[in-house]
């Protein structure tokens, strides 16, 4: 089984500043999507950036951006010019690329917690 | 994201009473997925659609049934509460398979 590992339960970083949130995973599988989410204190789960496991580029989304090492099971999220909105609990997600019964599933880390200060 | 509303946002309910909840989603996606969050677990599969009247176990099933009776409601039904399902639940929709998923804004469910 899958398993996302997440090893900082809690990050802080000064506005302005870049700030790296690590993310490490298992699996046996060679296709495979991974993804960051967000979610803020209203609980909703936000979106933030999706990579695609064969694909070697980093993915990018504005200020987001990416460092996957597929063969060391490395999805890093980096932040850059950190905002106040972007204070969180950001989780980690793998989903297999399979094609599988059950593989549609996400399979999260248990997030780590971003504080903002000003 | 993706139109997804959620009934009730909030419900405090007693031990051994029927709770159902309900997803509604706007897009016409055809997967919708139920989770649960749950402090120092992130969020766990209950079931999923894959489709009208197709739905599928996730890994933590017991305790809970779903219904999908038309493409944009998906129902969660707790038969009988119990507190360890004290928790925030999650709907999320796909468009495909493969497709990423989109979260709803959660309910969070009290059982005493």
């Known amino acids: 089984a899958q398993t996302v590992t997440q090893s900082q339960p809690e990050m802080s970083v000064q506005e302005a500043e870049t700030v790296t949130l690590s993310c490490t995973y298992d699996t046996s599988e060679s296709d495979y999507y991974l993804f960051w989410y967000k979610q803020p204190p209203s609980r909703q789960m936000i979106l933030v950036i999706r990579q695609e496991a064969y694909k070697q580029q980093n993915a990018t989304e504005n200020r987001f951006s990416v460092n996957f090492q597929k063969a060391a099971k490395s999805f890093s999220l980096k932040i850059s010019d950190s905002q106040l909105g972007d204070a969180a609990m950001y989780f980690c997600?793998?989903?297999?690329?399979?094609?599988?019964?059950?593989?549609?599933?996400?399979?999260f880390g248990k997030g780590t917690k971003l504080t903002v200060n000003p | 994201d993706a139109g997804i509303t959620q009934s009730p946002r909030h419900k405090v309910t007693e031990t051994g009473t029927p709770v159902t909840l309900r997803c509604h989603q706007t897009e016409n996606h055809r997967y919708m997925y139920w989770y649960r969050q749950d402090p120092g677990h992130g969020l766990r599969l209950i079931h999923y659609s894959y489709g009208v009247k197709d739905t599928d176990k996730g890994e933590v099933s017991d305790g809970y049934s779903v219904s999908r009776s038309k493409t944009e409601d998906f129902l969660l039904t707790l038969e009988s509460a119990t507190s360890s399902q004290t928790s925030v639940y999650f709907c999320a929709t796909g468009a495909g398979r493969q497709e990423t998923q989109y979260f709803g804004p959660g309910t969070r469910l009290l059982v005493l």
């Open positions: 997600a793998y989903r297999s690329a399979m094609g599988q019964g059950g593989s549609e599933k996400l399979v």
